[in-house]
Structures are given as C-alpha cells and as structure tokens.
C-alpha cells in the first residue's frame, strides 16, 4: 500500500481521496494544512493517522507520495519541497503558475528519482481515450472547438468586492489557469503541440481573466479554445473533419462521446465511466510508484501545456506576482 499524505482540506481533496481508496493502492496515512486544527479535523474525518502544519515535518515523515492541492501558486514549490525530501508527487492542475517552475520541477523530480505527475483527469479517463482512438474516424481533421464556461461560484463574491482565490493573481488564478486548462491540456492531449496560437481575453480588475477565447494552428488544422468563469455554456465539444465529426460532453471528464458521420444517425461511442473520474488518474500514479519511473508521454503533455498557458497569459495581458 502507497502511504498517501495530502495537502489542502477542500472538496476535490475529498474526491480525490474517494478515488485513491477505491484503486486499494493507498492508505491515507497524514494530512496537511496551514492550520493545524484544520488538518486534524479533516484527518479525523478520513482517518488518516497523522496531522500537520508544518511541511518540514511532513517530509520526515514515513508518508510515500503527496497529493497537492493546494492554490496554484503553492504548487511548484510545495511539490518541490515534497520531492526533495524523497516523497513521490501527484499536484494538482495546473502544474505550476509558470513554465520556467513546471520545468524546474521536473528537473528535480529526475534528480531525485521521484515521480511527479499532474493530476489531470482527461487522459485517463476512458470516454477521452475512446474520443482520442476514434479520431480516424472523421478522416482529415480541418476544425476543433473545445470549450469550457461555467459561472463560478465564486464570482459574486468577487463582485461584492470580496477578493477569493479564484479571481486573485496573487494565486495564479483566473479563467485560463482553472476552467480553461482542461482546453489546453485536452487539445495537446489529443493533437500535440500547435504551430501558432492567438489568444484574446477579457480582463477582471483585479487582473486575471473572467474569459478567453484561443486560436491555436496545426498547419492544415485550427482547434478553437472557448474558456469563461463568468457564464456557462451547454454545448458539447467538437472534432471536425471531411468525413465526419466527433462530439463529446464535457471535455475535462467525458461524459459523452459520439460520432457523426455524413447522412447517417449519430453513433454513441461511450463506454462506462466510474462516477469518480479521479479514479483513473488515481489508478495511474499508483501504477507510476509502484513501477519508480515517470511516464514521458504525460511528462511532456503537462510540459506542452504550461508553455502554451505562459503563451496565453503573455498575450492577453494576465500576469502574476511568481512570474517576476
């Protein structure tokens, strides 16, 4: 069993920690928090034997790997300090608030013989590896639009003047750093790295961005990125080429996918999910330990995707404090 420590006491903590015991690779062993209190409560409730406030500590521990999920600018250097202290590392999206820190990161998880992984949930979920097999079917790709908008709920407290993480630089946050990373991430997942990118945002005050939308190239393919957390959007995802196009339901965790093809009825391609998508990316950090190497191909996905949200944040204007 990998002894698993996290770091962070919110919902997606919980649901990862749901996950994590439902592969059977994982005992929850230690909790962190910037408030002691805070991490023995939520250990109580998950019976993890261990609490902490002080990541030093949690280091010394006998813990093998840490799930971050702390705020994104807490990110690169909490795992760094995890690693250097020889535990194992699955973080949060986005890897890191810039790519100068993803790529330090790795560096170090090399140095130190660690496996670090981003916990992104589309590549290993099956209906995203069943859209990703099927794009044979719609024969020369000529257009994409991937998207993702939906209306915050913290955005009215951002408007009632209050200042939550979501919409504040100084956790590198903001549209494309949160809702619009599954674009990104899902796009190199799916097509590699694109030949040019156009990005345009609409700024917030406090200086990130409430929306965006990017037009990335792939010579004889564009795939437009559509990302708010100011409204919402119902509509599906889709693949498009000369025979056909592929459609699928909610990009970050692949609810549905189906195929269109010319003058015929829509196909369902879906398969059966576990109602945990965190399961999958649980299961393959697990397998990643357990074997003591990273996977490359992940590796250079989450590479990719932190040069390109650089990229984005560069042309639209959105910069944060760890940036300097």
């Excluded at 995890?82 to 820190?101: D, F, Q, T």
Aim: hydrophobic residues 40%; negative net charge.
């Amino acid at each position: 069993m990998i002894k698993l420590a996290i770091i962070g006491t919110n919902w997606i903590t919980e649901q990862f920690i749901d996950a994590a015991k439902q592969t059977g690779e994982y005992e929850l062993a230690a909790v962190y928090s910037r408030n002691l209190e805070t991490a023995q409560a939520f250990a109580v409730k998950h019976s993890a034997a261990q609490s902490y406030d002080s990541l030093e500590q949690l280091g010394k521990s006998d813990i093998d790997a840490v799930y971050i999920a702390s705020p994104n600018s807490f990110h690169g250097p909490q795992a760094i300090e995890m690693m250097k202290a020889g535990k194992h590392v699955i973080v949060e999206k986005p890897m890191a608030s810039n790519y100068a820190l993803a790529c330090e990161m790795f560096e170090v998880a090399t140095q130190q013989g660690i496996v670090l992984m981003e916990a992104h949930t589309s590549p290993y979920i099956p209906n995203f590896q069943v859209l990703e097999s099927s794009l044979g079917k719609v024969g020369k790709l000529r257009k994409a639009n991937i998207q993702y908008c939906q209306y915050s709920s913290r955005y009215q407290k951002y408007l009632n003047g209050e200042n939550p993480n979501t919409f504040n630089p100084a956790f590198a946050n903001g549209s494309i750093m949160d809702i619009g990373f599954y674009c990104v991430a899902g796009m190199v997942a799916l097509f590699g790295e694109p030949k040019s990118v156009q990005a345009n945002a609409t700024l917030l005050e406090s200086g990130v961005d409430g929306h965006g939308s990017v037009i990335c190239n792939y010579g004889d393919f564009d795939v437009v990125l559509t990302h708010s957390k100011i409204n919402d959007s119902f509509l599906p995802s889709e693949i498009m080429g000369e025979e056909g196009t592929l459609q699928v339901d909610m990009i970050s965790i692949a609810n549905k996918v189906r195929f269109h093809q010319r003058d015929k009825a829509p196909f369902d391609l879906s398969v059966e999910q576990n109602d945990n998508r965190m399961f999958y990316e649980a299961q393959a950090f697990a397998e990643r330990v357990k074997a003591g190497e990273m996977d490359e191909e992940a590796t250079q996905r989450s590479l990719i995707t932190s040069k390109l949200l650089n990229e984005i944040r560069q042309q639209t204007g959105v910069v944060f404090p760890t940036d300097q």
